[in-house]
């Protein structure tokens, strides 16, 4: 038997830490086990042009169970066309016997199923539900939307914050153009949408710390992101490239992990090459600055 929440659970920030610890006291509490059960993907996917999750369903997964839950991952497709009344009847043949969520939560078929809902009909299906209010800081509801704001705007060191942890990127290598070794800097390309659909942060360079598959040591390095728009390409796509500080080992088809610390300047159409090489030697000085 189980107490459960449920949600896409993106970032696993402050608001949701709250409501998944209530779910551990409340298991513990009324003999239960805690179940997180997770989806892939909120709504937005799918109808309101969503920019991008924060973490992958893997990692997210990972977060909750660190917290000491079981997770179930479920696609928002294989649900949206069942009713709010379904939905607790699959609850309840699934063992659970007590509901934790949000003041916002909402389920089944159009969202119809809510709050007042279950604190209405949740004791036919026998169980019980907790509702929490909303987790503010300075007046604001620490929210996964909050959080994406923050990282398009650059403000990388409030959206850590929020996430009580650093924000990271993830993906295997892949080979490019060689534009960055041309240029004495040469980048790791990393596919960080190679599995799902992540956020791209504010275009710009970023101070970051990253681990790369099967190398123990830590490597600091400058993120870029963005169109390259000093360069001509036949399709202007967001890259992701690292430049690793004081590496020179390939590492094409390798799986790395981004941390991403500081947001560091925007980015610049130059009029040249030689523009770009004086702007990255700036950056790698500032980067210096700041690391050691």
Same mark, same amino acid.
């Given at each position: 038997?189980?107490? #459960?929440?449920?949600?896409?659970?993106?970032?696993?920030?402050?608001?949701?830490?709250?409501?998944?610890?209530?779910?551990?006291?409340?298991?513990?509490?009324?003999?239960?086990?805690?179940?997180?059960?997770?989806?892939? /993907?909120?709504?937005?996917? /799918?109808?309101?042009?969503?920019?991008?999750?924060? /973490?992958?369903?893997w990692e997210r997964?990972?977060?909750?169970?660190?917290?000491?839950?079981?997770?179930?991952?479920?696609?928002?497709?294989?649900?949206?066309?069942?009713?709010?009344?379904?939905?607790?009847?699959?609850?309840?043949?699934?063992?659970?016997?007590?509901?934790?969520?949000?003041?916002?939560?909402?389920?089944?078929?159009?969202?119809?199923g809510d709050t007042?809902?279950?604190?209405?009909?949740?004791?036919?299906?026998?169980?019980?539900?907790?509702?929490?209010?909303?987790?503010?800081?300075?007046?604001?509801?620490?929210?996964?939307?909050?959080?994406?704001?923050?990282?398009?705007?650059?403000?990388?060191?409030?959206?850590?914050?929020?996430?009580?942890?650093?924000?990271?990127?993830?993906?295997?290598?892949?080979?490019?153009?060689?534009?960055?070794?041309?240029?004495?800097?040469?980048?790791?390309?990393?596919?960080?949408?190679?599995?799902?659909?992540?956020?791209?942060?504010?275009?710009?360079?970023?101070?970051?710390?990253?681990?790369?598959?099967?190398?123990?040591?830590?490597?600091?390095?400058?993120?870029?992101?963005? #169109?390259?728009?000093?360069?001509?390409?036949?399709?202007? #796509?967001?890259?992701?490239? #690292?430049?690793?500080?004081?590496?020179?080992?390939?590492?094409?088809?390798?799986?790395?992990?981004?941390?991403?610390?500081?947001?560091?300047?925007?980015?610049?159409?130059?009029?040249?090459?030689?523009?770009?090489?004086?702007?990255?030697?700036?950056?790698?000085?500032?980067?210096?600055?700041?690391?050691?």
């Open positions: 038997m189980y107490s #459960v929440a449920v949600g896409t659970f993106d970032g696993v920030h402050k608001g949701h830490k709250y409501i998944l610890n209530k779910n551990i006291e409340n298991a513990k509490s009324n003999d239960l086990k805690p179940l997180a059960i997770m989806l892939r /993907y909120p709504m937005s996917q /799918y109808v309101n042009g969503f920019p991008g999750l924060l /973490y992958p369903s997964a990972k977060f909750i169970k660190d917290l000491g839950m079981e997770v179930e991952i479920i696609d928002m497709q294989n649900v949206w066309n069942i009713t709010h009344y379904k939905y607790l009847e699959i609850l309840k043949e699934r063992g659970v016997k007590y509901i934790v969520c949000g003041e916002d939560f909402k389920f089944g078929r159009g969202a119809i007042r809902f279950l604190l209405k009909h949740a004791h036919r299906y026998d169980m019980k539900v907790q509702i929490l209010h909303d987790l503010k800081e300075k007046g604001n509801r620490i929210s996964s939307t909050m959080i994406r704001n923050a990282i398009k705007k650059g403000n990388i060191k409030l959206a850590n914050k929020m996430l009580e942890k650093t924000w990271t990127l993830e993906g295997p290598v892949y080979e490019d153009r060689h534009i960055g070794q041309k240029l004495g800097f040469p980048t790791a390309n990393i596919d960080i949408r190679f599995k799902e659909d992540i956020i791209f942060p504010k275009y710009g360079v970023y101070l970051v710390k990253g681990k790369i598959e099967n190398i123990e040591k830590e490597y600091w390095g400058l993120m870029n992101v963005g #169109v390259r728009p000093t360069y001509f390409e036949n399709k202007k #796509v967001p890259k992701v490239e #690292v430049f690793f500080i004081d590496f020179d080992y390939n590492i094409y088809n390798k799986y790395v992990k981004i941390e991403i610390i500081n947001y560091m300047r925007e980015e610049v159409k130059f009029k040249n090459e030689t523009d770009l090489i004086k702007a990255m030697n700036e950056d790698l000085r500032n980067a210096r600055e700041i690391i050691y």
